[in-house]
Each structure stands twice: as structure tokens, then as C-alpha cells.
T-cell receptor, first 114, second 114 residues
Framework: DADVTQTPRNRITKTGKRIMLECSQT?????MYWYRQDPGLGLRLIYY???????NKGEISDGYSVSRQAQAKFSLSLESAIPNQTALYFC?????????????FGPGTRLLVL | AQSVTQLGSHVSVSEGALVLLRCNYS??????LFWYVQYPNQGLQLLLK??????LVKGINGFEAEFKKSETSFHLTKPSAHMSDAAEYFC????????????FGGGTRLMVKP
């Protein structure tokens, strides 16, 4: 089984709709991240969480919100989706305090906003 | 602030030829550096990482990269390309003092011709 899972894998929605992307991990890592990938721009950080009570905005947080329900779960919400939020979204985990500075990525969620 | 520049959004090589993917970074503190690979419709997989140990780092699938502080570079190489190497490659830098945040380059799509 994959260590970092994301649901759904693909989603089509309409402008103005609220949607939630979910991420779960079995690696036992405290830190979790949400990125979006756009062609030519690489990955950009949306939000990150160092533990359940520590959530921080990343480079491009406008229009997004997150919830860390447990150590293993980190959800990303688009409150009112707009077409320029069409992208590939990735969740990642890491645990630098234990020596695990590598970030491990989920398979991604492809989102299309019409 | 840190940044990553990957020269060449697309690189094409013949099967058996040398692969060279360029990455230059800027960082105000000694960096950690990473190369990730993304195969079609998949998440990002770690190829290799530099974390201030040996400057020549060997990764999976025959890839290696050399950290050159004087040139602020971390270029990825492979002596002989294989068709299965066709993918998108991302270089990333982590500022150890800023909570392990990753900054990604724009990515390089490697095409391998038979």
C-alpha cells in the first residue's frame, strides 16, 4: 500500500463550487504539505503543517484553506473554485526532527474547474 | 529567499547518450538539494539528495549529481540514457533553517529518442 494517498485522483467541478481534496499518510510523519503543479512553474507551496496545531500559509494560499484532522490527515479546500485553480495538486510529508528531511509525495489529484 | 533555475524546459537525447539536466540554485544558507522524477500520471519520486555529506551523490536508476558550491549548481547526469528515463525532472532546494521548505525549479522534460 502507498504511504501517502490522495483522494480523489481526478475531479471536475464548476466555478463557485466548494471542493475538498484529502490526503492521508501512514509514514508517521508530523509535517505535511500541499503543493500545486502548473506547467513550467514546477510545484508551489500552498499550505504546510508541522503538527496538528501548527498550520502555516505557503507561497500561494489565497483561495485555499486547510484542515489537519489528525497527524495522518491533511485536507485542502477550495472555498469557491475558479478556473485558474485548475492544476495538479500534491500532498507531501516529511519528518526532519527524526532525520527524514526528504519529502514524500502522494500520487496527485488532477482538478479541472470549468 | 531561495530559488531554483532549471535550464531547458525540454531536453531530447538519443538512447545511449549522456543525459545532463542543469540546475542552479540560490540560498542564503547551506542548502539541502534534491532531484525528483515524475513519470506520466504519477507523483514525484526522489532520485537523489545532497545533505552536506559527499558532494557527488549517487541516486537510483544510474543517475548522479554533483554539488558545486562555487558554481551554485547541482546538475543531474546519467552516462547512458534509456527509453524508460523519459519523464519530467525537478530540482529542489531546502532551506534547513526555514522548516524544511522546498523550493522547486520549473522542471525539465526529458525525451529519449530510439
Amino acid at each position: 500500500d502507498a504511504d501517502v494517498t490522495q483522494t480523489p485522483r481526478n475531479r471536475i467541478t464548476k466555478t463557485g463550487k466548494r471542493i475538498m481534496l484529502e490526503c492521508s499518510q501512514t509514514k508517521g510523519h508530523d509535517r505535511m504539505y500541499w503543493y500545486r503543479q502548473d506547467p513550467g512553474l514546477g510545484l508551489r507551496l500552498i499550505y504546510y503543517s508541522f503538527d496538528v496545531k501548527d498550520i502555516n500559509k505557503g507561497e500561494i494560499s489565497d483561495g485555499y484553506s486547510v484542515s489537519r484532522q489528525a497527524q495522518a490527515k491533511f485536507s485542502l479546500s477550495l472555498e469557491s473554485a475558479i478556473p485558474n485553480q485548475t492544476a495538479l495538486y500534491f500532498c507531501a510529508t516529511s519528518d526532519p526532527p527524526s532525520g527524514e528531511e526528504t519529502q514524500y509525495f502522494g500520487p496527485g489529484t488532477r482538478l479541472l474547474v470549468l | 529567499a531561495q530559488s531554483v533555475t532549471q535550464l531547458g524546459s525540454h531536453v531530447s537525447v538519443s538512447e545511449g547518450a549522456l543525459v545532463l539536466l542543469r540546475c542552479n540554485y540560490s540560498s542564503s544558507v547551506p542548502p539541502y538539494l534534491f532531484w525528483y522524477v515524475q513519470y506520466p500520471n504519477q507523483g514525484l519520486q526522489l532520485l537523489l539528495k545532497y545533505t552536506s555529506a559527499a558532494t557527488l551523490v549517487k541516486g537510483i536508476n544510474g543517475f548522479e549529481a554533483e554539488f558545486k558550491k562555487s558554481e551554485t549548481s547541482f546538475h543531474l547526469t546519467k552516462p547512458s540514457a534509456h527509453m524508460s528515463d523519459a519523464a519530467e525532472y525537478f530540482c529542489a532546494v531546502s532551506d534547513q533553517g526555514a522548516g524544511n521548505m522546498l523550493t522547486f525549479g520549473g522542471g525539465t522534460r526529458l525525451m529519449v529518442k530510439p
